[in-house]
């Protein structure tokens, strides 16, 4: 609870920062640089949360990672960060960064969960209803899980939408395990 709150508030002062001098573009694709680094390397998160390791070896890890890589205002916000302790946080910053950038442009995330993968025109319908029920363009994201045999699951928001063979047996499982016959003799 606390690891969120403290990105909530460093990724709406970066969001802010970027609006005020017109580089959300560039700091929004820097956030997903600094995201996916952290999400494929473990090493450097394990760095990153290191109380071992001193603030200023870690500025200069970062700096030999991100140098030409990243804008000047996502480099030096970074600096700021190490520089008040909160390196730890670097990976749930950029997140709510890019949910934020998100939301502010009117993108929903969805994800669509299926046994055996969608074709590009349910791909499509799918987009197009979820966008007309939210007014929101629609990024959508695929998973593909064997054990819900057919059907799918769509999420987005607040919502959750299970179509699935497996929770259809799951409901007739619990339907049967209801014992409606009552001894009347």
């Given at each position: 609870m606390k690891e969120t709150r403290i990105a909530i508030r460093y990724a709406k002062a970066l969001f802010e920062l970027a609006l005020e001098q017109n580089s959300l573009e560039q700091t929004n694709s820097d956030m997903i640089l600094v995201s996916d680094v952290c999400f494929e390397n473990k090493d450097f998160r394990l760095m990153l949360s290191s109380p071992i390791i001193k603030s200023d070896k870690k500025q200069g890890v970062l700096k030999t990672v991100f140098q030409g890589k990243l804008g000047k205002l996502s480099l030096a916000y970074l600096n700021i960060i190490t520089a008040k302790r909160r390196e730890s946080?670097?990976?749930?910053?950029?997140?709510?960064?890019?949910?934020?950038?998100?939301?502010?442009?009117?993108?929903?995330?969805?994800?669509?969960?299926?046994?055996?993968?969608?074709?590009?025109?349910?791909?499509?319908?799918?987009?197009?209803?979820?966008?007309?029920f939210t007014k929101k363009e629609i990024e959508l994201q695929e998973e593909i899980k064997k054990e819900i045999i057919g059907g799918f699951i769509l999420k987005f928001g607040q919502y959750q939408f299970d179509d699935s063979i497996r929770k259809k047996i799951m409901k007739l499982k619990r339907e049967f395990n209801i014992n409606v016959y009552e001894k009347g003799f």
């Open positions: 946080f670097i990976e749930p910053i950029a997140a709510q960064f890019l949910a934020l950038y998100k939301d502010y442009k009117g993108i929903l995330p969805a994800v669509l969960t299926t046994a055996s993968g969608a074709d590009d025109n349910i791909r499509n319908k799918v987009k197009e209803l979820v966008g007309g």
